[in-house]
């Protein structure tokens, strides 16, 4: 096999490095391999010869503040940012080299097991399989109390790095291999405490959410791992949904499974999954020169970065995969019953049931002395999931009676699910004004419907930051209420083609018939509130039916929440009850998406998980 050595250009416009290892002729088959905290690519090297794949084309990436990427020895701004970075590595790979994610494989090790899990669960790429070594769900900090102590001194004193305590002795019991790792002067002992602390809470949501990943999955752990516990592999690998999962336990193994003495017995594992993954051919589907699938007929999502007659080494990568058209994510059930059994149900069924009396005093002290806070009085009046609510969230202006009311509004505007919501209408406008540029481009007029607007704060503030394109909206609420507070923005934003009225997102008749027909339409923080997938499938399906041929649908959802039972517990909704909602997974959502029409192109998330915007076609 041929080896290579290239960069791409990430999310940001950083170029990191990796190397291929491609066979004589081309392949239709990919291995991409992520290396572990401290390492670099180069130290696949033998792993890869091991293997003998010979008719398949292997990747490896160094990733940011690793190897030959650049940026500070194991730092990142956080790791949700090293998780993009895996994905337009990804990206770039199957577009510079025409391959389908259908027919790769992903094996990841320790931190980068996490990151790559992560990609996983939230963008639900239908990849052939997933193989994690020693994933790093729960690294063993031997100082009690590690973790609150780095929370700590991160607060008081800012960025900094703690020092890796792990010598070569406890990553492999075979002497020439940990006498290479000391003398190899790309790996370095330091780790930034923000992704120290970020590959914890990660590592929670992953833990509690193994559930929605049905990928194809290969557990392999080392009984005597200094590094991280078996306990957190073998509870993440019992809550996997996956058709095809197996783990293998190998007992006084250490970490640095794919260096140790026996490390053979892990590689001829390794490879024994990734034949299983790939009983017949390949499929040989032809990829156009844009990178995309010729059969598939999908067009690029916007914000796509530089045009096709640009895209070199070390360049932007498309938005599109080319991906198998019509091929969901590897499944032995279908998704579009969800709301019927599943994991997402009984956690719904245990919330909507009696219980959480330890939440009793939080309840009462929000009912009286939370009542100083504009944000809570304003919750308890119109239901914390309403439309009003949301707007003034996204107004974030703390307000109250006295300074202790404004006090308990700014850490009511502050917790973690209203800081998604507001980075959630960040990429709602971003990714709103990428499609309409597109549209515009392509010299279609612009008209937007937004079915569950509230005051329609986001599509206006984005009509207004493009004032050279033409363009109409046209936004419904079920609320009068909502529709007088859109009115009276668009109003004084000088939008005169701007209409608000009363409409129900679920009357799928009357979505239909919407005249003028719009070519994007948005559907944002609406389904999220439903547990039901009928109504929801129905709604979609008059959305499509609705836009013109080609129509762009931009959609959200909230496919997890670390507050969940507090707002069950606690908060009201718009009707006066209690706030209980059922998440939705991503390939959920997706599932029903595609079921009423639709392809999706693109999506972005926000960094603790919680919320995601995504961009689809008719």
Same mark, same amino acid.
């Given at each position: 096999?041929?080896?290579?050595?290239?960069?791409?250009?990430?999310?940001?416009?950083?170029?990191?490095?990796?190397?291929?290892?491609?066979?004589?002729?081309?392949?239709?088959?990919?291995?991409?391999?992520?290396?572990?905290?401290?390492?670099?690519?180069?130290?696949?090297?033998?792993?890869?010869?091991?293997?003998?794949?010979?008719?398949?084309?292997?990747?490896?990436?160094?990733?940011?503040?690793?190897?030959?990427?650049?940026?500070?020895?194991?730092?990142?701004?956080?790791?949700?940012?090293?998780?993009?970075?895996?994905?337009?590595?990804?990206?770039?790979?199957?577009?510079?080299?025409?391959?389908?994610?259908?027919?790769?494989?992903?094996?990841?090790?320790?931190?980068?097991?996490?990151?790559?899990?992560?990609?996983?669960?939230?963008?639900?790429?239908?990849?052939?399989?997933?193989?994690?070594?020693?994933?790093?769900?729960?690294?063993?900090?031997?100082?009690?109390?590690?973790?609150?102590?780095?929370?700590?001194?991160?607060?008081?004193?800012?960025?900094?790095?703690?020092?890796?305590?792990?010598?070569?002795?406890?990553?492999?019991? =075979?002497?020439?291999?940990?006498?290479?790792?000391?003398?190899?002067?790309?790996?370095?002992?330091?780790?930034?405490?923000?992704?120290?602390?970020?590959?914890?809470?990660?590592?929670?949501?992953?833990?509690?959410?193994?559930?929605?990943?049905?990928?194809?999955?290969?557990?392999?752990?080392?009984?005597?791992?200094?590094?991280?516990?078996?306990?957190?592999?073998?509870?993440?690998?019992?809550?996997?949904?996956?058709?095809?999962?197996?783990?293998?336990?190998?007992?006084?193994?250490?970490?640095?499974?794919?260096?140790?003495?026996?490390?053979?017995?892990?590689?001829?594992?390794?490879?024994?999954?990734?034949?299983?993954?790939?009983?017949?051919?390949?499929?040989?589907?032809?990829?156009?020169?844009?990178?995309?699938?010729?059969?598939?007929?999908?067009?690029?999502?916007?914000?796509?970065?530089?045009?096709?007659?640009?895209?070199?080494?070390?360049?932007?990568?498309?938005?599109?995969?080319?991906?198998?058209?019509?091929?969901?994510?590897?499944?032995?059930?279908?998704?579009?019953?969800?709301?019927?059994?599943?994991?997402?149900?009984?956690?719904?069924?245990?919330?909507?049931?009696?219980?959480?009396?330890?939440?009793?005093?939080?309840?009462?002290?929000?009912?009286?002395?939370?009542?100083?806070?504009?944000?809570?009085?304003?919750?308890?009046?119109?239901?914390?999931?309403?439309?009003?609510?949301?707007?003034?969230?996204?107004?974030?202006?703390?307000?109250?009676?006295?300074?202790?009311?404004?006090?308990?509004?700014?850490?009511?505007?502050?917790?973690?699910?209203?800081?998604?919501?507001?980075?959630?209408?960040?990429?709602?406008?971003?990714?709103?004004?990428?499609?309409?540029?597109?549209?515009?481009?392509?010299?279609?007029?612009?008209?937007?419907? =937004?079915?569950?607007?509230?005051?329609?704060?986001?599509?206006?503030?984005?009509?207004?930051?493009?004032?050279?394109?033409?363009?109409?909206?046209?936004?419904?609420?079920?609320?009068?209420?909502?529709?007088?507070?859109?009115?009276?923005?668009?109003? =004084?934003?000088?939008?005169?083609?701007?209409?608000?009225?009363?409409?129900?997102?679920?009357?799928?008749?009357?979505?239909?018939?919407?005249?003028?027909?719009?070519?994007?339409?948005?559907?944002?923080?609406?389904?999220?509130?439903?547990?039901?997938?009928?109504?929801?499938?129905?709604?979609?399906?008059?959305?499509?039916?609705?836009?013109?041929?080609?129509?762009?649908?931009?959609?959200?959802?909230?496919?997890?929440?670390?507050?969940?039972?507090?707002?069950?517990?606690?908060?009201?909704?718009?009707?006066?009850?209690?706030?209980?909602?059922?998440?939705?997974?991503?390939?959920?959502?997706?599932?029903?998406?595609?079921?009423?029409?639709?392809?999706?192109?693109?999506?972005?998330?926000?960094?603790?998980?919680?919320?995601?915007?995504?961009?689809?076609?008719?």
């Amino acid at each position: 096999m041929k080896e290579i050595e290239e960069t791409f250009r990430t999310w940001d416009g950083v170029k990191l490095f990796y190397r291929a290892w491609l066979p004589s002729k081309p392949a239709r088959k990919a291995l991409l391999l992520f290396h572990r905290g401290h390492e670099h690519s180069a130290r696949w090297r033998e792993t890869i010869e091991a293997l003998d794949l010979e008719d398949f084309a292997v990747f490896a990436w160094d990733a940011r503040g690793h190897g030959r990427s650049p940026g500070e020895r194991g730092s990142a701004e956080r790791l949700s940012a090293i998780v993009e970075d895996g994905q337009a590595f990804v990206w770039y790979v199957s577009w510079k080299h025409r391959l389908l994610l259908q027919n790769m494989i992903v094996l990841a090790h320790s931190v980068g097991a996490v990151s790559v899990t992560a990609w996983v669960l939230d963008q639900t790429p239908p990849i052939r399989g997933l193989i994690l070594a020693t994933p790093a769900f729960r690294v063993k900090l031997y100082v009690p109390f590690a973790v609150p102590l780095l929370r700590l001194k991160q607060k008081l004193f800012g960025p900094g790095y703690v020092k890796s305590y792990v010598k070569s002795k406890v990553l492999t019991h =075979d002497d020439e291999q940990a006498s290479r790792y000391d003398a190899d002067e790309f790996i370095f002992r330091q780790i930034a405490v923000n992704i120290l602390l970020d590959l914890d809470d990660t590592s929670t949501r992953l833990l509690a959410d193994a559930p929605a990943i049905r990928v194809p999955t290969l557990l392999l752990a080392a009984g005597s791992d200094w590094v991280v516990k078996l306990s957190a592999q073998q509870q993440f690998f019992r809550g996997l949904s996956s058709p095809v999962k197996q783990m293998q336990v190998y007992p006084g193994l250490f970490h640095a499974l794919f260096h140790e003495k026996d490390r053979q017995l892990v590689i001829n594992r390794v490879r024994d999954f990734i034949l299983e993954r790939f009983p017949e051919p390949s499929e040989d589907i032809a990829i156009d020169s844009a990178g995309q699938q010729t059969a598939n007929g999908a067009v690029r999502s916007p914000g796509s970065g530089r045009p096709d007659d640009e895209l070199t080494e070390g360049s932007a990568v498309p938005s599109v995969l080319p991906t198998e058209a019509g091929t969901p994510n590897r499944s032995e059930f279908s998704l579009l019953d969800a709301d019927k059994s599943g994991h997402t149900k009984d956690e719904y069924d245990r919330l909507s049931a009696p219980g959480g009396l330890r939440f009793a005093p939080v309840r009462l002290a929000l009912k009286t002395v939370g009542r100083l806070s504009k944000g809570i009085q304003l919750g308890w009046r119109t239901g914390f999931d309403s439309g009003t609510t949301l707007d003034y969230v996204y107004e974030n202006k703390a307000q109250g009676i006295t300074r202790l009311g404004g006090w308990i509004d700014r850490a009511y505007l502050n917790s973690i699910g209203w800081r998604g919501i507001r980075q959630r209408r960040i990429h709602l406008e971003r990714l709103l004004g990428s499609v309409i540029e597109t549209e515009h481009q392509e010299g279609e007029r612009i008209h937007i419907l =937004d079915i569950a607007a509230g005051a329609g704060r986001y599509v206006i503030e984005t009509m207004r930051s493009l004032p050279e394109i033409p363009a109409s909206a046209l936004l419904w609420d079920y609320k009068q209420e909502n529709v007088d507070a859109a009115t009276r923005l668009a109003k =004084d934003s000088g939008l005169s083609t701007v209409t608000a009225v009363r409409g129900d997102a679920f009357d799928r008749a009357a979505l239909a018939a919407v005249k003028p027909r719009p070519n994007i339409a948005i559907v944002s923080g609406l389904y999220e509130l439903f547990p039901a997938n009928e109504p929801v499938l129905n709604s979609l399906c008059g959305l499509a039916e609705a836009l013109q041929p080609g129509g762009w649908l931009i959609y959200t959802n909230q496919p997890w929440h670390p507050q969940l039972e507090f707002i069950a517990r606690v908060l009201t909704n718009r009707e006066g009850k209690p706030w209980i909602m059922r998440r939705r997974t991503q390939a959920e959502i997706d599932e029903l998406v595609k079921a009423a029409g639709f392809v999706k192109l693109s999506m972005d998330i926000d960094q603790w998980g919680i919320f995601t915007v995504s961009v689809a076609r008719t």
